[in-house]
């Protein structure tokens, strides 16, 4: 049945994200509805406003596209960079459910909270911490999870301004994409390597 009643405004504004993020990543409507697992007439129904983003493909999209979930969900800067999600986190959310309200509920307090912990240990904004520091654990550590210490966080960042401009945007790109495929592939690895790191060193006798 078609909608009679048109979407609120916000449904409106995050569909022409999507709507956006398709044209420019030059695919047909088809192909980006299958890297979502989705179909063509959601994705369709999407971006002419007619449907409201589903938390479960929200996300997905912002995984996909390495799109910050502030920025679907408000349009807030930075747009790249998806924050994961810890899987406490992800059990609280309905994949059914409006992208914005499980974002508003679930996913905004910590973005914030992690936005403040940037500031307040690097003195940057995340879209400097972006550029400067691709591996800081404050960007890739998942939202909902406990971060290292600032010990640990100084081992695991890397410096990239010391880098050339084209040569730091190169090594970026390789990086996140790799990150990314990893991630996917071996979702606890990185709990697991900062349980490690965490637990008490012993003292050698």
């Not at 048109?6 to 990543?25: M, N, S, Y």
Request: glycine share 4%.
């Amino acid at each position: 049945m078609p909608r009679t009643k048109p979407l609120p405004q916000r449904e409106q504004l995050i569909c022409r994200r999507v709507a956006k993020l398709r044209h420019d990543t030059n695919l047909k409507r088809v192909a980006f509805a299958r890297e979502l697992g989705t179909d063509s007439s959601t994705v369709s129904n999407i971006e002419h406003c007619r449907s409201p983003v589903r938390s479960g493909l929200g996300e997905r999209i912002c995984e996909l596209l390495r799109v910050n979930q502030g920025w679907l969900a408000d349009g807030q800067k930075p747009e790249i960079h998806c924050f994961p999600l810890s899987p406490i986190v992800k059990a609280q959310i309905d994949p059914q459910e409006l992208f914005s309200r499980a974002f508003d509920r679930e996913i905004k307090p910590l973005l914030e909270q992690r936005r403040a912990e940037i500031l307040r240990v690097h003195g940057v904004s995340i879209e400097r911490l972006l550029v400067e520091r691709a591996f800081s654990p404050l960007l890739w550590t998942p939202l909902g999870d406990q971060l290292p210490s600032a010990d640990e966080q100084g081992l695991m960042s890397l410096d990239l301004s010391r880098l050339s401009p084209d040569l730091a945007a190169v090594y970026l790109r390789t990086v996140l994409d790799a990150t990314a495929q990893f991630w996917k592939e071996h979702p606890d690895a990185l709990e697991n390597i900062l349980r490690a790191t965490r637990s008490p060193r012993r003292k050698k006798s």
